[in-house]
Structures are given as structure tokens and as C-alpha cells.
């Protein structure tokens, strides 16, 4: 069935096909291995689709590349990281669980780094050639929103449901009214959020992989906050931008690039003689840490809520429908807990706490992994009844709003159907 499907000519704009009820109740049991390369983390999860009830994850692998000496992600060593560990680690996973075939295969497409996309797609498309079986290209961005589903108790996110995506790639909030349509109600002018912590923490000296995760436990390590307060004098504060002149402050985007050049004025002006941030006392480049992250996702939080009011206003998300807005905060930022509890703060006076109901995943699942792969490709699967043509190719750039306006997606056949 799979290899008369390769021939089948590619879609755009596919309409997906609602799933019937006979289908949702009648699902087979079914195993899903699923692998993300889209960045510098290689990961591999095995997950059990019962026929009721929800999925469970068998295994999740991840294999990241150190990139502390480097200072920065290299693609190219990125790519050549997952080329080496992805097919032993995928090997080793089905050797412990004793499987010898999945039944479906979920890989991300894009948006990211295409050497990287491309080593973890490349090897989905062999194995799912090699087992006969079919083949879903996952939306990188589709998987962190869609991840707070995959746990699911009686609270999982019903859509329409809005999104707060924070990760090293994107800023965007967007609005999703399916697994396959999502409007962006607020996006990044410039460069990433996590980008700018991680260009602002190297600035401060601070080192690690996950650099700003490291930045995060710098500020909490610290024994003595009052003092540490005194060691910054008090003038020195960083601006929220795309507010503090007229007319910008309704400008429903984000706008991180400045954070940076803010943080070299401040080091040339308050602390002349310092030639570089690092070189600060310790307790200065804990307290600029502090201030520069709170100001970034003051930032974030305070752009959020305009555009948030902005849908209510418009209409785009309906009011009095009976129950709180699902708000889901995805994306290796939001495993920040300063971030989480300034959100739901900042956000109390304009929405309180019975309207809105928030859904922060556990950090493990916030940061690049394999299991959101797998469970997106496991909606997509189900819900909008597709899989990827063979044919198809990674992506670099993706927009969340195009998911189904890209070449590749072909319907499920009949037999697959039963699942
Ligand atoms: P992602 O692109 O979704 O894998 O997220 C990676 C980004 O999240 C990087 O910029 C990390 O430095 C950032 N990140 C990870 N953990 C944290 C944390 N606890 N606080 C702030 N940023 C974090
Ligand atoms: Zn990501």
C-alpha cells in the first residue's frame, strides 16, 4: 500500500476530513516511534497508542550535543551529531523493548536547522521503507503546542486554545482552532527570546548547553538577594520595548534584539573601566542577570496580554462560551519558573483566575523532544487522517500558520484507516 502511495501526486492546501465517531471509538491499539532533529538535541520516543484511554510513553531518548566550548550551536556539527547517534540510538530503543516494527513513524519536518532536519528525516524515510509502514512530516512548532494533550486528564486543552510558543527559535502567541489551523496573533519582530537570554547570559560569563536554563539557576543560587540588589546601582534599568514611545505601545509583536545592546551601554556607562560584562564581580553579573531576564519576559508578558485582549476585542476568540480560555506556555523558555508565575500575574488583572486555565508542561517536555513529535504526528494522524508522501522534503522555514499549505500531504489509505 505505502510504496503505490509514493507515486501518488503531492497535495497543497490539503482540507483535512473530520474523524467520525465510529473511528475514535474503534481505534486499534498501535505503536508510534517518533524522532526530532530539527536543533542540536537527537531524540527517540517509543510510544503505546491504546485502543482507549491515553498514550503511553514507552521510552524517550535524548543524545545532545555540547556545545560549550564551542560557544554556540555549529550546524554543521550538528548535523553530524545526529548522523552518528540517531540510528544507534533508534536501534538500541527497539532492541530494549524488544519491537521489531513500529507502526507508524512520526519525524520532524521543519521549521529548524535543515542539516539537522535533515539527518533525523532522511533516516525516518529509510526506516519507514525498510518496515512498510507510514510516514508523518511533524510541524516542530505543532509539537511543543500540541504537548500539553498528550498528558491527558480531564484538563487537557480543548481548542480553540491560545499558546505562548518561548523557545530558541520562535516567540509567537497564536490561536489554534484545530491540529491543523492556527492563526499568530503576535510574533517575534527580530530574534528569538531564548536567542537573546542566551546571548545575554554568554555576555555575562555564565556557560552550559542550555545557557539560559543555566542563567535561571545563577539568579536562584543566590544567598543573599538584598545585597546582591546593591551591587547594580539603582538607575540602571532596561527598557520594555515597542512601548516607551508613542504609538508603539498597541505594535502587537515582540522585539528582543536590543536587550543585548542595552546590556554593553549599561557595562560602558555604569561600570566604566570593566571591559567586559564577565569580567564584573559576581554579585553585579547575578543582579544584571535578574534585572535583564526580568525585563524580558516583562517584555514578553506585557505584549502577550495586548494581543490576548486584542482577540477578545475582535472577536477572534469568543467570549461566554461557558468555560476558561486554554492558555498552553510551550517551548524550552517556559520551563523558566519566573516566567510561568510572572504570566499568570501580570495577566490576573485583565483575565482572573476562573477565565483563563493555564497549561505549563513539565520542563522535561518544554525543551526539544521526541514524544511531541510522535503525539502531533499521532493528531495529524487521527484527527486530520494524513501522512507525508515519501517524496516530500524537509523544511527550514515553516510558518505555523501553513501546516497544511505545504507539498507532501497525502490522505491515509483504507488500510491504515483501521487504526
Ligand atoms: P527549544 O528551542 O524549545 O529547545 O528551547 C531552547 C531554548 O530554551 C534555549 O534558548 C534555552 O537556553 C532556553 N531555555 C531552556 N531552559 C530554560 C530555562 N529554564 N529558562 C530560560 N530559558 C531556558
Ligand atoms: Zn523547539
Known amino acids: 500500500m505505502l510504496a503505490r502511495r509514493c507515486h501518488a501526486a503531492t497535495t497543497r492546501a490539503w482540507t483535512p476530513l473530520l474523524a467520525s465517531s465510529s473511528f475514535l471509538h474503534a481505534r486499534r491499539s498501535y505503536i508510534v516511534l517518533a524522532i526530532e532533529s530539527s536543533c542540536d538535541d537527537a531524540t527517540v520516543a517509543l510510544i503505546d497508542r491504546k485502543p482507549s484511554g491515553p498514550p503511553v510513553l514507552i521510552e524517550h531518548v535524548k543524545d545532545s550535543l555540547d556545545n560549550t566550548a564551542a560557544g554556540g550551536i555549529i550546524p554543521l556539527d550538528a548535523r553530524n551529531h545526529h548522523q552518528a547517534v540517531l540510528a544507534p540510538m533508534v536501534r538500541d530503543l527497539m532492541i530494549r523493548h524488544n519491537i521489531s516494527k513500529p507502526d507508524l513513524l512520526c519525524v520532524t519536518r521543519g521549521p529548524g536547522m535543515i542539516g539537522s532536519l535533515s539527518a533525523g528525516y532522511n533516516l525516518g524515510k529509510g526506516l519507514a521503507v525498510a518496515w512498510d509502514i507510514p510516514f508523518v512530516g511533524v510541524h516542530h512548532m505543532l509539537g511543543h503546542l500540541l504537548t500539553p494533550r498528550f498528558f491527558q486528564n480531564q484538563d487537557i486543552p480543548q481548542y480553540p486554545f491560545v499558546s505562548l510558543l518561548v523557545s530558541g527559535g520562535h516567540t509567537m502567541l497564536v490561536l489554534s482552532t484545530s491540529t491543523t489551523q492556527h492563526k499568530v496573533l503576535a510574533n517575534t519582530l527580530d530574534i528569538a527570546i531564548g536567542d537573546m537570554l542566551d546571548k545575554c547570559a554568554r555576555e555575562l560569563g555564565i556557560t552550559g548547553s542550555m545557557i539560559a536554563r543555566e542563567m535561571e539557576a545563577f539568579i536562584a543560587a543566590d544567598p543573599d538577594p538584598k545585597t546582591t540588589a546593591l551591587s547594580v546601582p539603582k538607575a540602571l534599568q532596561f527598557p520594555n520595548p515597542l512601548q516607551n514611545k508613542q504609538g508603539r505601545t498597541?505594535?502587537?509583536?515582540?522585539?528582543?534584539?536590543?536587550?543585548?545592546?542595552?546590556?554593553?551601554?549599561?557595562?560602558?556607562?555604569?561600570?566604566?573601566?570593566?571591559?567586559?560584562?564577565?569580567?564584573?564581580?559576581?554579585?553585579?553579573?547575578?543582579?544584571?542577570?535578574?534585572?535583564?531576564?526580568?525585563?524580558?519576559?516583562?517584555?514578553?508578558?506585557?505584549?502577550?496580554?495586548?494581543?490576548?485582549?486584542?482577540?477578545?476585542?475582535?472577536?477572534?476568540?469568543?467570549?461566554?462560551?461557558?468555560?476558561?480560555?486554554?492558555?498552553?506556555?510551550?517551548?524550552?523558555?517556559?520551563?523558566?519558573?519566573?516566567?510561568?508565575?510572572?504570566?499568570?500575574?501580570?495577566?490576573?488583572?485583565?483575565?482572573?483566575?476562573?477565565?483563563?486555565?493555564?497549561?505549563?508542561?513539565?520542563?522535561?517536555?518544554?525543551?526539544?523532544?521526541?514524544?511531541?513529535?510522535?503525539?502531533?504526528?499521532?493528531?495529524?494522524?487521527?484527527?486530520?487522517?494524513?501522512?507525508?508522501?515519501?517524496?516530500?522534503?524537509?523544511?527550514?522555514?515553516?510558518?505555523?500558520?501553513?501546516?497544511?499549505?505545504?507539498?507532501?500531504?497525502?490522505?491515509?489509505?483504507?488500510?491504515?484507516?483501521?487504526?
Open 250 to 419: 498597541g505594535i502587537l509583536a515582540y522585539s528582543f534584539a536590543g536587550f543585548i545592546t542595552s546590556l554593553r551601554t549599561f557595562l560602558e556607562k555604569f561600570f566604566p573601566g570593566t571591559a567586559r560584562a564577565s569580567d564584573l564581580p559576581l554579585e553585579a553579573r547575578r543582579e544584571l542577570a535578574r534585572r535583564m531576564q526580568n525585563a524580558i519576559f516583562t517584555h514578553v508578558v506585557t505584549k502577550s496580554k495586548k494581543a490576548l485582549e486584542n482577540a477578545f476585542e475582535t472577536g477572534l476568540i469568543q467570549t461566554g462560551t461557558g468555560r476558561p480560555l486554554d492558555f498552553v506556555c510551550a517551548g524550552g523558555v517556559a520551563s523558566n519558573m519566573t516566567l510561568r508565575s510572572l504570566l499568570v500575574t501580570k495577566l490576573q488583572d485583565k483575565f482572573p483566575p476562573n477565565s483563563i486555565k493555564y497549561h505549563f508542561p513539565p520542563p522535561k517536555w518544554c525543551t526539544d523532544n521526541a514524544l511531541m513529535i510522535g503525539w502531533a504526528g499521532i493528531e495529524l494522524w487521527e484527527t486530520a487522517r494524513l501522512q507525508t508522501d515519501l517524496s516530500a522534503l524537509p523544511t527550514a522555514k515553516w510558518p505555523i500558520e501553513e501546516v497544511l499549505d505545504i507539498d507532501g500531504w497525502v490522505p491515509r489509505s483504507e488500510q491504515e484507516n483501521k487504526n
